[in-house]
């Protein structure tokens, strides 16, 4: 059986590296912040190519963050809108709605999975004041499209980069270096995963940054002096020291990935299998390998059978969920559609070539 997805297998080849790392933070006595903290931000900030990096204690934090920084430096209000892909994990919309604003759903493009522009620009009235686009499933959408059209309205343009760690757009505008600000998560098995809950915040906005890192360490920028009603919602320092490590090869880690997609793309052929339409220039860095197919259940039960793992990402869409009651009504077709059709295929670093064959020959039989 291929699994859908093997952590173990991933996580194997820093096992060494990891131990060694765990002695040094056990003897460092640094358990909250600090430098193992600091040295992960100033190397995640390179990496992005960001001016600054805050770590946070998940993603959704990391999100999270981003609207009370706005808010707490007058920049968004209670009540505002926010553009939000209505195709998405539910963290997206939770974090606007959690930070006392509204999402606006809006519906993906037809033929990608990434938020349509032209109804973004349709559902843009004066009361919306950020537009959070998802780089979903590793997949930046249209950098310059997104740009002009925040520009335009004078709007905040926001990434939720989750999935899309060091996704480099055609003319060199890399995953967190593309909006105002942008959040990223490390849950254990997004492309870059710590060994539990992590996330990051990048931005060029040195106020943002600082009123971020107040806000996540209980509105505190010095020991027992608190101007902020803040959070807890740091980087725990031995996952910032794991992350550091894997930092260092992950753009292997992406080659890896690009290259099993591009036998995937080249190699599936088989009229009921819908591929996904994206290019292998960087833009996409595959966290997820996602088919579209009419028969969703009997095609799953067919790999199944034949020792392939698969997953729905997502089976109900946010605005469809009990959680979200308010937007049940709401009516997005496309949504639905996608929904309805996705499946994602295994797609990771420690696949190997004869696994990787195994499956393009399983679809091609379906
Ligand atoms: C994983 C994910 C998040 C949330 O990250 P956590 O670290 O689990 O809080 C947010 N948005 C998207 C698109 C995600 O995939």
Redesign the pocket.
Same mark, same amino acid.
């Given at each position: 059986m291929i699994p859908f997805f093997d952590i173990k297998a991933e996580n194997k080849v820093h096992i060494d590296s990891f131990t060694k790392e765990l002695q040094l933070f056990m003897h460092s006595g640094q358990y909250i912040m600090g430098d193992a903290v600091r040295n992960f931000e100033q190397k995640y900030a390179a990496f992005c190519g960001s001016n600054y990096c805050v770590g946070t204690s998940? *993603? /959704? $934090? +990391? /999100?999270r963050l981003i609207f009370e920084g706005y808010k707490s430096l007058g920049q968004l209000q209670d009540g505002d809108e926010v553009l939000v892909p209505a195709h998405? =994990?539910i @963290?997206?919309a939770l974090?606007v709605i959690q930070s006392g604003l509204k999402p606006v759903f809006v519906e993906p493009s037809d033929g990608s999975f990434n938020m349509d522009v032209e109804q973004a620009e349709q559902l843009t009235t004066s009361s919306v004041k950020a537009c959070l686009v998802?780089h /979903?499933y590793g997949q930046l959408v249209d950098v310059n499209l997104f740009r002009t059209f925040a520009k335009k309205h004078g709007i905040l343009l926001i990434e $939720?980069a +989750?999935?899309a760690h060091g996704a480099v757009s055609q003319n060199g505008q890399k995953a967190g270096a593309i909006g105002d600000a942008a @959040?990223f998560?490390? =849950?254990p098995t997004?492309n870059i995963g710590a060994l539990g $809950? +992590? *996330?990051a915040v990048t931005t060029n906005n040195e106020l943002l940054a600082k009123e971020i890192k107040t806000l996540q360490n209980y509105g505190s920028p010095k020991k027992y002096v608190h101007e902020k009603v803040g959070f807890n919602m740091r980087l725990d320092a031995l996952q910032a020291r794991f992350l550091s490590l894997k930092l260092v090869n992950y753009t292997t880690d992406c080659e890896r990935r690009i290259a099993i997609a591009s036998r995937y793309l080249d190699e599936i052929n088989n009229s009921k299998i819908l591929l996904p339409t994206c290019e292998l220039d960087g833009s996409h860095v595959f966290?997820l390998f996602v088919v579209r197919v009419a028969n969703r259940n009997d095609f799953m039960e067919f790999l199944t059978t034949r020792g392939v793992g698969s997953l729905v990402h997502y089976p109900i869409p946010p605005h469809k969920q009990k959680a979200l009651s308010e937007y049940n009504q709401l009516s997005l077709p496309l949504t639905k559609k996608y929904h309805n059709e996705v499946v994602s295929i295994p797609l990771y670093t420690s696949l190997s070539e004869n696994q990787v064959q195994h499956i393009i020959d399983v679809l091609n039989a379906y």
């Open positions: 998940n *993603g /959704l $934090d +990391a /999100l998405t =994990y @963290a997206t974090a998802v /979903l $939720d +989750a999935q @959040a998560s490390f =849950y997004k $809950d +992590a *996330g966290h």
